[in-house]
């Protein structure tokens, strides 16, 4: 019932069908990358950023269609979606406007480029093959063009496409020539929702610098808030805001390596702030900032190389808990008592290899509370009791396949707020109400662009969203 309306309310967001631009090009340098040699399946592993992305193209330029990413390895043989390497993009050669639109994509990405450069796109994007329409293209024939394709599927109801290593791994040059600038980055803005509940109308923004690419926040009991925000190439900067309102006129550097990818932070009952950097390839490092302001070095708090996203929350009794998402894997989970001493491990606490977004908060009763965000299966949630036991199962409460990532926040109410980005769309708020039933989700921002949140409640009832806005 729940889940229904909620479908209702987003299928009016959606863009119209039909809308035959392809996408934009940006300024590449001549230098490209050779055709993808065939680099048949050979794991069972997660989605690849490549393959979501590929899609996240496609659903910017062409409204969002359903679409099949990853593969369980007990079904039907040998396929690169068990990679997390296909992609299979839902058009219908039987509805004019989806064929057009398909026949449009695949002829941009297999255009010669202004250099000269035969099937420009496909190369870029570490294309292997594609099959559409009863015809196949392969990027290691490629002077064979399409070729008649006579397989159990004729693929007239979606485009397949596989892509190489390097391109599911966005090592290609449509990623790393075009530059960062592939990669969303843009300045922070600043919602307030009232302790009454309604939302103000105009957003603030906090940040201009057009290079952030993740944000998080923390409160204190004081009314303070902090937020955090990362700089590929120079760290982590933060920013605070009085009780009374008032933003800092600056940004203070708090962490200088550049490889830091992701942040969370959370604040305790002690005044205490924690901050938590992802840096690939190393792990967790945290930093811990006092209630006389004296920030800690920064500490290793986890080795897991491939994490990819963080999320924190203190309790009422000091305890910290980190979670992280390490793609192929799923969440896992590490404590920290009040007095400082972290658990030796890590403790898996979902098993979803596809996860790529977590949040979490605590309420007052001592509950914690997770969410993460898997790709075409939208935002799940799982919560662990005071006495540290965690739910069985995660229960899903939002269906909305193309969310992006999740940030969420408690009130002293014993309220959650549930904040889900949903790119061409904007940011939708979901409250979880003191008793335990979930609202509906509702809009609270109409900005497509924006692809990272935070969410932050205050002492005094009011909640604040902050949102990143891609500039590229
Ligand atoms: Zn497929």
């Known amino acids: ?63 969002k269609h359903p679409a099949g990413l990853g593969r369980d390895c007990d079904q039907g043989g040998t396929s690169e979606h068990k990679d997390g390497r296909a992609l299979d993009y839902h058009f219908n050669v039987y509805d004019a406007g989806e064929k057009a639109d398909a026949d449009e994509f695949l002829q941009w990405l297999l255009e010669t480029d202004k250099y000269g450069n035969k099937h420009a796109m496909a190369r870029r994007l570490g294309i292997m093959y594609i099959i559409w329409n009863r015809r196949m293209w392969r990027a290691y024939e490629p002077s064979a063009g399409w070729q008649p394709y006579s397989g159990p599927n004729p693929h007239t109801d979606h485009i397949h496409f596989s892509l190489s290593w390097a391109g599911a791994q966005q090592q290609t040059t449509w990623w790393t020539s075009a530059g960062v600038s592939q990669l969303p980055r843009g300045p922070l803005w600043d919602r307030t ?32 808030m902090y937020v955090f925000n990362v700089v590929p190439g120079s760290g982590v900067w933060y920013r605070g805001r009085t009780a009374a309102g008032d933003w ?30 992802v840096v690939p390839g190393s792990g967790i490092w945290h930093r811990r ?5 004296t920030w800690s070095t920064s500490t290793h708090v986890d080795s897991n190389p491939y ?16 979670l992280n998402v390490v793609p192929g894997s ?24 596809y996860i ?35 739910a069985a199962t995660a229960t899903q409460i939002d269906q909305n396949d193309s969310l992006l990532s999740v940030s969420a926040a408690s009130l002293p109410d014993g309220t959650l707020h549930v904040t889900g980005v949903l790119p061409g769309s904007g940011v939708w708020d979901r409250t979880r109400t003191a008793s335990g039933g979930w609202t509906n989700a509702t809009q609270i921002d109409t900005n497509k662009n924006i692809f990272a949140t935070y969410t932050a409640g205050l002492p005094n009832g009011t909640l604040h969203v902050g949102a990143l806005v891609n500039v590229n």
């Open 356 to 390: 790529t977004s977590v949040a979490a908060a605590s309420l007052g009763n001592g509950t914690l509370h997770v969410f993460a965000v898997v790709p075409d299966g939208g935002i799940w949630y799982r919560n662990r009791t005071a006495a540290g036991a965690w």
């Open 330 to 353: 799923g969440v896992w989970h590490r404590g920290r008592t009040a007095a400082g001493a972290w658990a030796a491990s890590a403790q898996q606490i979902d098993t979803n290899k």
């Open 193 to 224: 929702r009232w302790a009454g509940g309604s939302w103000d109308a105009s957003a603030t923004e906090v940040d201009g610098n057009t290079a952030l690419a993740d944000t998080a926040a923390a409160t204190l009991p004081n009314g303070n």
């Open 289 to 293: 900032r006092a209630a006389d302001g």
């Open 248 to 277: 800092a006129n600056g940004a203070t550097q708090i962490d200088t390596n550049g490889s830091i990818s992701a942040v969370a932070a959370t604040g305790a009952p002690d005044g205490s702030l924690h901050v938590f950097s």
């Open 1 to 63: 019932m729940l889940m229904a309306l909620l479908a209702a309310v987003l299928a009016v967001t959606i863009a119209p069908q039909g809308a035959t631009a392809a996408p934009s090009t940006p300024n590449f340098p001549a230098a490209i990358d050779d055709y993808s040699t065939y680099q048949p399946q050979t794991q069972c592993t997660a989605v690849k950023k490549g393959t979501v992305a590929l899609r996240d193209l496609l659903n910017r330029t062409y409204g």
């Open 307 to 322: 994490t990819t996203a963080v999320a924190a929350a203190a309790l009422p009794n000091g305890t910290v808990s980190l």
